[in-house]
């Protein structure tokens, strides 16, 4: 008799697919997912509650002042998946700092409402940019400057590299007043209205050009602004120090506009005492309040996305009133400018 004996099949390895999702199973994603969960919550707590008490004194604490829209976002979506996932704990905390955020940012996303003498009044346009000091394309920001029209120009991070381009631009021939700190990466303020008390103000801490302009006879004393980045902690006293200073160098003026890279975003509570002195930042004033200003990016590279808004347009007096503010990319820059339009009687 004959037997025949079939070869043993053996088992196919198991695909990629199979041993992704076999690995997957295995992965404890509930408590990875409560986890983020409670650091998004804690972390955002503690970020509103830094800005509520005034705290700011290390570089990643401002930094995540700064970002506060985008962590009241993040927390609205933990405290979500926590109500999905049936936490009522981590739901309820969750909810209490995404109301704690909303309660701070809001605000500053709503227009102020306007006095009834604003529609008659006269204007003043002020352009500001951040050139940056490395930046390759400084003739095509200087031409977008030109093209702004503006009644004042401020230029940021202005360098010695820079006078010639400034010079073929034009803004030489349509602006006539100069006035200019003499820092390495110093400041320009360009007029072509009438004015006076043309100065570098040096005793705010640091220097800022500034001049009294006439606008329809009303005089308005405007001041370029470029704090010291708070990017480090040796430099968190510093930064906080120019904040305040922004105040004494405009003090003496009944109306006035403080404006440039202030550094600093309206969560950071140097700018929010700012605020308290009576000064309108005019991003808030207009409902703008959560533009973005400025991103990080390589040397010679703009931002792919601004992450926070520091650059402002300060104001204070009874008769000047913010109306309108935008922001656009400077090429070669790492900021945005802004352009913003003042009543003044």
């Known amino acids: 008799m004959t037997f025949t004996q079939s070869a043993a099949r053996l088992p196919s390895p198991p695909s990629r697919l199979t041993r992704l999702l076999d690995l997957a199973r295995r992965v404890p994603f509930g408590p990875m997912v409560s986890a983020t969960t409670w650091a998004v919550i804690v972390g955002t707590g503690l970020v509103v509650a830094s800005v509520v ?28 998946v926590a109500v999905a996932r049936r936490r009522p704990i981590a739901g309820s905390v969750g909810c209490l700092v995404a109301a704690g955020a909303a ?31 490395s930046n390759g394309r400084v003739a095509e920001a200087l031409e977008m400057a030109r093209r702004s029209d503006a009644d004042v120009v401020v230029l940021i991070e202005f360098v010695e590299e820079f006078d010639k381009p400034l010079e073929a631009s034009g803004l030489l021939d ?3 007043t100069v006035v200019r700190d003499r ?51 040796a430099y968190v006293d510093r930064w906080q120090e120019h904040l305040g200073g922004v105040a004494r160098a405009v003090d003496g003026h009944a109306n006035v506009v403080a404006i440039g890279d202030f550094n600093g975003s309206l969560w950071n509570p140097p700018m929010r005492e700012l605020a308290a002195w009576g000064f309108t930042d005019a991003h808030d004033a207009t409902g703008s309040g959560l533009a973005r200003t400025w991103g990080a990016s390589l040397p010679g590279h703009e931002p792919v996305v601004s992450l ?28 945005r400018s802004i352009e913003v339009t003042y009543a003044v009687r």
């Open 53 to 80: 008490a005034g705290v700011a004194w290390r570089p990643g604490l401002i930094a995540m002042q700064a970002l506060l829209p985008l962590l009241g976002a993040a927390v609205l979506v933990a405290a979500s």
């Open 174 to 176: 349509v602006y006539p």
């Open 103 to 133: 309660a701070l940012v809001l605000p500053v996303a709503t227009a102020a409402s306007k006095p009834p003498w604003v529609e008659e009044a006269d204007r003043l346009t002020i352009y500001s940019a951040n050139l940056r000091r």
């Open 183 to 233: 820092r390495e990466d110093g400041n320009v303020l360009l007029t072509r209205l009438p004015s006076s008390d043309t100065e570098v103000v040096r005793h705010a801490g640091f220097e800022l050009p500034a001049a009294r302009v006439d606008v329809g006879g009303r005089a308005v004393f405007v001041a370029g602004v470029h704090t010291q980045a708070p990017h480090s902690r």
């Open 308 to 335: 926070i808004g520091i650059d402002h347009a300060m104001s204070r007096g009874p008769d000047i009133v913010p109306i309108s503010i935008r922001d656009a990319r400077v090429p070669g820059s790492d900021h």
